[in-house]
Structures are given as C-alpha cells and as structure tokens.
C-alpha cells in the first residue's frame, strides 16, 4: 500500500456494525486514547498484515504497512494445532510490526488474530509466547467481528447507484459472506448489514484438503461442490432479489485475479482497489490460471510462490459464491479488516471527519 493512501466514504455505519472496541496491548505497546497515531494488525490464517495511519481531511493517511504471507495456519486441519515453523514465522513477522509500530509513535492500537488462532489447541500457549517475545498481546475476534470490519473497510466500494452488495471475504482458513443494502426509500444512504455467515472453509485448509500445486478441473469441481454445499443455506434464505446488487470482495484471491485480468507485469494496488470485473473475465481469467502449471503460477508476478498452490483454492470458492448468488459484476476491494478497525478506532475518538 502507499504511503498516502486516503480511503473515502459518507456519513455512519449501521448501528449493528458500531459495537465497543476491545483493545488488548502489552505494556510496551499500551493505549493511549487521543493520540493521532493509529495501527491495526490482522494476523491471519496465511498472512500477517499491518496499516499505521494518521486521521486527515479526508478520511486517513497511512503512513506505513507491512504484509507478509507467513502462513500460520499450515497443518492446523490435520493437527489441530499451529507449528513450531509457523509460529517462528509469525513472531517473525511481528516482531517486524512492533518496530513499525514503535518507530511511527502508535498509540492507539487493534491487533488482532483470526481463524487459526480461533481453532487451534495451542493458541493460547502461541499467543503467551508472542507477547513474551514481541510485546504483542493479540486479541482473538470471532467470526460475527471479522465480518463487521469487512464491511466497515470495504462499504465505500458499494455502487453508489445500487442498492447494496453481496460481500466476501476469503481467508486462509474461513470465508465471511454479508448481505449489505441500503433502506428502501433512502438510496444515499450507507448500507447496512442484514445478513452475514461465515463458512470454516479458506484458501488454506482447501487447498490442504484438496491438493493446491496439481490441480485438476476434476479436483477443482470437486473444491466448488464441498464450498456450495457449505454456502447453499445461506444462499437459500439470503440469495432472493438480488436486483441492483453486486458482489463485493475482499481478499487476495480477487486481487490477485485483477491483476491477472489487467495483464499487471507487476502487482499495483492502485490500478486493483475498486475495478470491476464481470462475470465472463472472470471466468476467463480462472480459466487461465487452471491451464497454468504450478510452477508457471509460481513464476506469475502477480501470484508468486506465495500463494502459487492456494490461488485456485480461492478460485474455487468465488466460483461457489458466483453460482450462489448469479451477479453480473464484481468489484475487487484491495483492503479490508485492517481499514474497518482504523475506521472503528477513529471513529470512537471522534478523530474521523470522512470516510
């Protein structure tokens, strides 16, 4: 991300989405209410990811940003537990952001963890030794949260002209779907959130469960039915009078999809953040990616080999959201719980005059 990344938007969220921030800091890192410095950490089940940013005129500033795959949740379906490798990735990484953190003066703070801390039988002892070792007391949300600081980041993506959105946000070991739209009668409004459910199904534990390296049209039909079947009683109750909707979503499969869409020689979240694509580039961009070898997906610029054996994983599950809700276009959201808890934070010291 940019160093002078400004995000924009309109007037309050839905009062569902405005519940009180729990912020757990170590002693190093303590809260300090009113300070112009802010800093959210999202500690996924594959990446770890940090946005520090200042309040502005028109929305926030971010001053710095850190993201690195590190892939916390590897094995964890199997095992049950996070490993000793992933957990040295991880204190790794964060110990990057704590000097992140501490070198932009940050004092106001949300770090949170995810999916893999949720449902692992050692996250408590992994958690105790990154605090001991990083200063770093992470707060572990559940999933009801994780899909309302989806909506908070990526609401300012909702057509302005529609009535709301379908939005999704695929993880490394679970995917948030919202049902967002605006009260009828009253089309300059925000949307809100009238539904939302979260499957225990993301990027890695598929690719685990279904192999991600070699993968088939076979074994990719096979990733699509097990997510459907997992969306489908959702899609059921939710799934009715999509007119004026479009699907919304945030996560590194769809941005990385644009890129590959936009011919990008090199990722730029410039050129990603808010386009639109529609369904048959879709599909002809997943297309591509299935007739690409692995080590051609490794070699891609806007994969790597990061994320070369989990791309069609997440391919797989926007193609069981698409069937889910038939939508004509998508628009790809480069951002996401890291914005929504600047966003929340700011917002409760009355420190955010837009967005």
Same mark, same amino acid.
């Given at each position: 991300?940019?160093?002078?990344?400004?995000?924009?938007?309109?007037?309050?969220?839905?009062?569902?989405?405005?519940?009180?921030?729990?912020?757990?800091?170590?002693?190093?890192?303590?809260?300090?209410?009113?300070?112009?410095?802010?800093?959210?950490?999202?500690?996924?089940?594959?990446?770890?990811?940090?946005?520090?940013?200042?309040?502005?005129?028109?929305?926030?500033?971010?001053?710095?940003?850190?993201?690195?795959?590190?892939?916390?949740?590897?094995?964890?379906?199997? =095992? &049950?537990?996070?490993? *000793?490798?992933?957990?040295?990735?991880?204190? !790794? #990484? /964060?110990? %990057?952001?704590?000097?992140?953190?501490?070198?932009?003066?940050?004092?106001?703070?949300?770090?949170?963890?995810?999916?893999?801390?949720?449902?692992?039988?050692?996250?408590?002892?992994?958690?105790?030794?990154?605090?001991?070792? =990083? &200063?770093?007391?992470? *707060?572990?949300?559940?999933?009801?949260?994780? !899909? #309302? /600081?989806? %909506?908070?980041?990526?609401?300012?993506?909702?057509?302005?002209?529609?009535?709301?959105?379908?939005?999704?946000?695929?993880?490394?070991?679970?995917?948030?779907?919202?049902?967002?739209?605006?009260?009828?009668?009253?089309?300059? =409004?925000?949307?809100?959130?009238?539904?939302?459910?979260?499957?225990?199904?993301?990027?890695?534990?598929?690719?685990?469960?279904?192999?991600?390296?070699?993968?088939?049209?076979?074994?990719?039909?096979?990733?699509?039915?097990?997510?459907?079947?997992?969306?489908?009683?959702?899609?059921?109750?939710?799934?009715?009078?999509?007119?004026?909707?479009?699907?919304?979503?945030?996560?590194?499969?769809?941005?990385?999809?644009?890129?590959?869409?936009?011919?990008?020689?090199?990722?730029?979240?410039?050129?990603?953040?808010?386009?639109?694509?529609?369904?048959?580039?879709?599909?002809?961009?997943?297309?591509?990616?299935?007739?690409?070898?692995?080590?051609?997906?490794?070699?891609?610029?806007?994969?790597?080999?990061?994320?070369?054996?989990?791309?069609?994983?997440?391919?797989?599950?926007?193609?069981?959201?698409?069937?889910?809700?038939?939508?004509?276009?998508?628009?790809?959201?480069?951002?996401?719980?890291?914005?929504?808890?600047?966003?929340?934070?700011?917002?409760?010291?009355?420190?955010?005059?837009?967005?």
């Amino acid at each position: 991300m940019n160093d002078d990344t400004r995000l924009r938007d309109g007037p309050g969220l839905a009062e569902e989405l405005q519940r009180p921030v729990a912020v757990d800091t170590a002693p190093e890192l303590s809260r300090t209410p009113g300070t112009s410095v802010y800093a959210a950490l999202d500690l996924g089940t594959n990446n770890c990811r940090l946005l520090i940013a200042c309040p502005s005129d028109d929305g926030f500033r971010v001053v710095d940003s850190f993201s690195r795959i590190i892939r916390l949740g590897e094995g964890i379906s199997a =095992t &049950g537990r996070i490993s *000793e490798a992933a957990i040295e990735r991880a204190v !790794a #990484a /964060l110990s %990057v952001c704590r000097d992140k953190i501490e070198a932009r003066k940050a004092k106001r703070l949300r770090l949170i963890a995810t999916e893999a801390c949720r449902a692992a039988s050692n996250a408590d002892r992994f958690r105790d030794r990154v605090a001991a070792e =990083t &200063g770093i007391a992470l *707060e572990v949300i559940d999933r009801e949260t994780e !899909a #309302a /600081l989806a %909506v908070i980041g990526c609401s300012p993506l909702v057509d302005a002209r529609g009535r709301g959105a379908i939005l999704f946000d695929i993880g490394g070991g679970s995917t948030e779907l919202v049902r967002i739209e605006r009260d009828p009668g009253e089309p300059n =409004t925000e949307p809100r959130s009238k539904a939302w459910m979260s499957i225990p199904l993301g990027v890695v534990t598929l690719a685990e469960h279904f192999g991600g390296r070699d993968v088939t049209r076979e074994s990719y039909r096979r990733m699509v039915a097990e997510v459907a079947r997992h969306v489908a009683p959702f899609a059921a109750e939710h799934g009715r009078d999509l007119r004026d909707m479009h699907l919304l979503g945030t996560s590194g499969t769809v941005t990385t999809l644009a890129g590959i869409h936009l011919n990008l020689a090199r990722y730029d979240r410039r050129r990603v953040d808010g386009i639109w694509m529609n369904g048959a580039e879709i599909t002809t961009t997943i297309d591509r990616l299935l007739a690409m070898s692995y080590q051609e997906r490794a070699s891609n610029h806007c994969i790597s080999v990061d994320r070369a054996d989990l791309v069609l994983a997440g391919c797989a599950i926007l193609d069981a959201i698409r069937s889910a809700f038939p939508l004509p276009r998508l628009r790809v959201a480069d951002r996401g719980l890291r914005e929504g808890m600047l966003v929340e934070m700011m917002r409760e010291d009355g420190a955010l005059r837009a967005f």
